[in-house]
């Protein structure tokens, strides 16, 4: 399974943002961690004007190190690899999230779990 960022920054002002902090996150190991907090409380800051404040009580929450998370937020490195997630889906055929491809090929967006574990067993059988 390969995670990319595709933020919708149209849409949801905040998700550039977001993306750069689940990668900072992931530079020191807690990448899920953090991508679960900030979908988990999506519709709370999805409302706020600055969230750097809520993100980094996810990255204290989390016990990180919140100088080296914010020497990563502004690294290119890390901003190059979402912008370069977002072109690869744009190229992709990537319109909206969340966008699934199985073996590369583009599949329709399972609706239930065993939906998705369907189209898995069905890709490994073949």
Do not use: C
Request: charged share 20%; no cysteine.
């Amino acid at each position: 399974m390969v995670f990319r960022h595709y933020p919708l920054t149209g849409t949801h002002p905040h998700a550039w943002r977001a993306a750069t902090y689940a990668e900072a996150a992931g530079r020191q190991g807690m990448f899920w961690e953090m991508y679960d907090l900030l979908f988990i409380n999506q519709a709370y800051w999805s409302t706020l004007t600055d969230v750097d404040a809520e993100f980094e009580g996810y990255l204290d929450q989390l016990g990180l190190n919140l100088e080296q998370a914010r020497a990563d937020l502004e690294d290119e490195t890390l901003i190059q690899k979402i912008r370069n997630d977002q072109r690869s889906g744009t190229r992709s055929g990537v319109r909206s999230t969340p966008t699934l491809f199985v073996d590369g090929r583009l599949v329709p967006t399972p609706r239930t779990a065993s939906e998705l574990t369907a189209l898995i067993n069905d890709a490994a059988a073949s």
